[in-house]
């Protein structure tokens, strides 16, 4: 919106000054008699009438104030029609939600972002006169407010900025040379996105001039579209004076298998673990690994593996050894099943930075096969089931962090079994690592494994009330009629009002559950999609 002449209200500092310092001694607006603004002046009845002038200005810029911005109509800048949609018109009831959400504060946030979400699936576009309401959200989700908003919120950026500013989307793209370190950022990573070949040549050309900061920022932006071409570039990068930048390049260089950091740390891996094996009479072969724990060196602080402060003699030794697993390629394991491996790790002397490290670069990779060994083994450690494991009671945290690597159908259906096989605090160990989003048959299996674990015994009711994960369910579970209807049941399992804190803890993170998927599932109807996400 462009500036206007101001006139009666031009002087809400000059008001104030002369409510401090009374009427008859604030000093007069230029061109105006004491105590009169000058519009006021023209007034006959207020001439010589410091304290109604001032009343009266404090009325004009009241007025003002509840008009908007004080601007005539024709200083206002037209909406272009078009500007606001992205998509088919909002549904009025949706932008009633819209309209709530936005007036909800920070708590309110996660369903804002689920409604431009399912606005965008449903191709609507947020509603216009919502838009300066919804443009702090596109700083922190833009992929989810662009598709509802993005061209009426350019819009309005383009206004605020003045005329002949280019808008910001094609400030973006425009060059990453210029602009805010995160628009810098954002531009380069886009730049990759289209020719990786050719950013990378345009950052080389600069880098050395670029400010630490700005250095490992860009670096870390290699990581849109990162290919083989880019390893000379990030090995050099090894040697930068800048911590950050170094860091950088080691986790991009960790992601190529086929760099020369990825050999050096195959190289280190083969020789710190070694599997001898022993043929025996009647009693085949016998496995043992022996482990050889790396000193540290020059060589392994440039490629990133340094002790850690906190630890402390073979502590940090296998510190050590653990971060040369998580860096390295699992091709530098492939002489061996991984089940093998996995379960002469547990019978070492130093299960867990073995089993640490193995599972970093398992997720690096998200390689499914090495977390469905790691899931299968160290689900059956946690189960005691797995002889002679040298360390066992960290066992149900690591099954759980393995388990949540498989994909999301195969997490179900291994939490489902546990339903039957196994306790309520392994089930709830394997929740605390749940993927974000549940499918409605496993939200409905959920839910009655809920209201069964409620009706069975104390202690089961006890580990549901401090892990809270009724409450943590309520995002993830699917919001359907068939949920929505088995946790209004389960809240009904509960008594309404009791003494017994662990029942009313139990009661209002049962409320929460059905109230959010109420809502979740209300949500959807206004969009029209029914059940459907």
């Known amino acids: ?79 272009p029609p078009g500007a606001a949609r992205e998509g088919r018109a909002c549904p009025p009831a949706a932008a009633a939600r ?3 959400l936005l007036s909800g504060g920070p708590s309110a946030e996660m369903r804002l972002r689920e409604w431009c979400a399912l606005a965008g699936a449903a191709g609507v576009s947020a509603p216009a006169w919502l838009l300066p309401a919804l443009a702090p959200l596109r700083e922190k989700a833009p992929e989810l407010v662009h598709p509802v908003a993005g061209a009426g919120l350019d819009w309005l950026a383009q206004v605020e900025a003045g005329a002949g500013a280019p808008p910001p989307r094609a400030r973006e793209a425009a060059d ?38 700005m250095r490992q920022h860009l670096v870390e932006a290699m990581r849109a579209g990162l290919n083989d071409s880019d390893e000379p570039f990030l090995e050099a990068c090894l040697d930068d004076r800048a911590l950050g930048v170094r860091s950088a390049a080691q986790r991009l260089l960790a992601r190529l298998p086929r760099s020369r950091f990825a050999d050096r740390m195959a190289a280190r891996v083969a020789a710190a673990l070694v599997v001898e094996s022993r043929k025996r009479f009647l009693l085949g072969t016998q496995h043992a690994l022996t482990v050889a724990l790396p000193e540290e060196s020059p060589e392994l602080a440039r490629d990133g593996v340094a002790p850690r402060s906190w630890e402390r003699d073979t502590g940090r030794r296998a510190g050590l050894l653990r971060d040369i697993l998580a860096a390295a390629p699992l091709r530098a394991l ?106 409605e048959g496993f939200s409905e299996a959920l839910i009655r494994w809920f209201s069964a674990t409620l009706r069975a015994t104390r202690a ?12 943590r369910s309520s995002q993830a579970c699917a919001p359907s009629e068939r949920t929505a209807a088995a946790a209004a049941a389960l809240l009904e399992d509960l008594p309404a009002e009791s003494a017994d804190q662990t029942e009313q803890q139990l009661r209002n993170q049962a409320t929460g559950l059905a109230e959010v998927l109420a809502l979740r599932l209300a949500m959807r109807r206004e969009f029209g999609t029914g059940e459907r996400d």
């Open 176 to 213: 990453w040379t210029e602009g805010t370190p995160a628009e810098r950022r954002a531009a380069f990573a886009a730049f990759r996105g289209r020719d990786p070949e050719a950013a990378r040549a345009a950052l080389q050309a600069g880098f050395k001039a670029e400010r630490a900061e």
């Open 334 to 439: 492939s002489a061996h099943p991984p089940r093998l491996l996995i379960e002469l790790a547990l019978r070492s002397d130093f299960p867990l930075s073995i089993l640490e490290g193995l599972m970093a670069a398992m997720r690096r990779e998200d390689d499914h096969a090495w977390a469905r060994e790691l899931a299968a083994v160290l689900g059956e450690a946690a189960a005691g089931r797995l002889p002679d494991v040298k360390d066992p009671k960290p066992m149900p945290g690591l099954w759980a962090r393995a388990a949540a690597a498989l994909p999301a159908e195969e997490w179900e259906r291994l939490v489902q079994e546990s339903f039957r096989t196994r306790g309520a605090e392994a089930v709830i160990t394997l929740l605390g690592n749940a993927p974000h989003a549940f499918s």
């Open 460 to 471: 089961g009711r006890q580990a549901l009330v401090k892990s809270w994960a009724i409450g």
């Open 1 to 79: 919106m462009s500036g206007a002449a101001m006139t009666a209200g031009d002087g809400f500092g000059p008001a104030l000054a002369a409510a401090l310092l009374g009427a008859d001694r604030a000093p007069a607006a230029p061109g105006a008699p004491h105590g009169t603004a000058p519009d006021l002046a023209l007034d006959p009845d207020l001439a010589g009438n410091p304290g109604g002038a001032l009343l009266a200005r404090l009325a004009v810029a009241g007025a003002r104030h509840l008009a908007g911005a004080g601007l005539t109509a024709e200083a206002l800048t037209t909406f």
């Open 98 to 100: 819209l309209a709530l």
